[in-house]
């Protein structure tokens, strides 16, 4: 039933906005149809949403509206055929034709109930209102019924006389405590560690039987931790408890969730200390928080359930068990600002990183928080965002990596293949590739993917004087290791399956490529090649692409025919182009004196699935690959390249080509994400260092980074 105040403030909202509903419904195949009408407020009051959206609805549909206030202002209650409703969303069963409007206002609301059904009611002067204007002056009064007396008051209103008066300044909610009449017993309240929090509860006397509630609020730096009484416990608050028969002490107990950890700055690898809060407990993590750091208690909570429900579960399965090392069943998420240099016009930065020294006991290593644990920035990464979240699941397989192959046998894995199921692991969480990774392939800034520089000699000679060129392999180690997805029988399992393996290189994935895929590539050089091929060709079907999936540019590099190109690592591979114009088939025959002992060469067409590896080789297009297993850097070999690689004209391979470049076409994102590798590269800065030295973003270009060959 609406009251005065409500009738007033529904007509004003009619007469200040006019709607037509149709008065008759709409029969269609013995169907039902009403007509429903919305009374927008003034865009200064706020707006109403309604879902689904419409206004012909079939008889027995659910509507829900939603009332959304504007700056400054709270949402009072429903108006027009629902006024006097308050639940806000508010769902409504279409039954006739109605509109719905919604009262906003300078407002407060008063709520005064007994804490117990029957013990006693709370009568409100002035009365019969449910909101009232700032700075009304309200007597609320206490009223026991037969057999009980009042105690105290609780919630937003403390004291233990029945009358008391304030004035309305905020939405207040105030509950009244009656207990049975009759011998009373003390409660004590103790508060365990010394003021380490408080409770809305004065200490008194209650009649037996007394159910009481109070709010347990903890002081900075402290959470709840549990509550007792006489048998009865609690973890959460608010929380009721009852009087027993007896004098009873009350104890609530706060724990410290201050914690300092251990951490290295990304920028020079110096150790510092970083003071947190426990902020957010889930069923297998603990989330952290550095102090100031701006992360919300609600965003910390998403994070935890994020972790519990989803990335958990899903990187074991793929990957498999971590070790907990400090025996606590949970993997600590430190979110903080890595220390890395950012600034706004910085472009690469530090996402997060899992450190294999917090593995170790404090006898090992001094600098160890012994836990197992990811640190994880906010900054410029945010806070529960889709990359925030694929970050996690990226270190939490590294840590999973260390705990499944150091900690087993003392030997970890090469870097790239450690990398490359961290990339797979973000797919199995998100099932997404990353576009980034992509872009920067397709892209190739440096211009030293196209010189050959890939993932399988992590820190060699391109890192070390391109140090952007590390980019190079977060790209290019994230597109081989969907290809051995998209290809495997098993999809991706194979991850674990190379993980598994007692082979710490590249025999890992040889193995599991010959035994998911074909086992022709069991052979390190026959993956490698297809791979490159793959790359370049992206042909929809078959091994020599993504399956439509992934869409690649090629990259091919401009040299005169048959120059010498001296300095190919292991695992590198060059295309070029055979034919006298792009895309025109041709034959090549390297000389053998200018070729190092593992580079090997293969022609191929654009369009179908021959390899030629025998010279002369005929094709439109050859691969000069260095396939050495060994990845120690700084070690090169001679290869001959082919002709010159014209820029795309109007042949056939050439259209092919720029439709899909032109398809791919996105600008590389503004920030970049790299990866940071305590412990690697020994002394000297790795790449990613000095990469997020590079302030102003400027590539090397291609002619700076070229020419290495017989110029």
Known sequence: MRNALQTAIASA????????????????????YFMIGIIQPSASDGQILQSPSGEKFKEGTKVTFTAVPATGKNFLFWTDEQVGETANPLTVTVTENFSVGAAF???????????TDGTGTVEISPGGLEFYTPSTSVTLEAIPSPGYAFIQWQGDLSGTVNSRTFSIKEDTDVKALFGPIGATHQVTVEIAPKDSGTINLEPAAYPEGTIFEFVATPKEGYSLSGISFDGMSATESPAKMTMPAHDASLVVTFRDVSRSFNAQRATDGSWYVVSSTLVAEGDYCNVYVENGAAVTVETAKAVATEFDDNIFGNITTNFGEREDIDGDGKVTLLLLDIVDGYTPSVGSYIAGYFDPSHMLDKDSNAWSNECDMIFVDVNPLKAGSEAFLTTISHEFQHLINYSRTFMVNGQEQDLWVNEGLSSAAEYVYSGKVSADRIGWFNKDPVG????????????????????????????????????????????????KEILDSANRDYRAVTAAAGNRIDSAYSSWDRLLETWYIASFRCQPSGVYGYKGQISTNPVYLQHQGNVAYTGLEAGEGIISAIGSSFGVAGSFAPSATSTGAHVQYAAFKYETPDIDRVSPYAGEFSLALNANPDNTPFHYENAVLANVAFAPSNGRVARSIQARKDAVADELPGLLRVGFHPGYALSRETAEQKALKNKARVFDSAASTRGRGGR
């Open 13 to 32: 909202i009619i007469a200040a906005a006019t709607l037509a509903v149709t008065t008759s419904c709409s029969i269609d195949d013995d169907n039902r």
């Open 105 to 115: 206002g300078d407002m407060y609301r008063l709520t005064a109930v007994p804490v």
């Open 448 to 495: 030293s993917i196209a010189e050959g520089n890939n993932f399988f000699v992590w820190y060699g000679r391109w890192e070390d004087s391109s140090p952007n060129s590390v980019l190079d392999n977060y790209a290019t180690v994230s597109l081989f290791f969907q290809w051995l997805r998209i290809h495997a029988s098993n999809g991706s399992a194979i991850y």
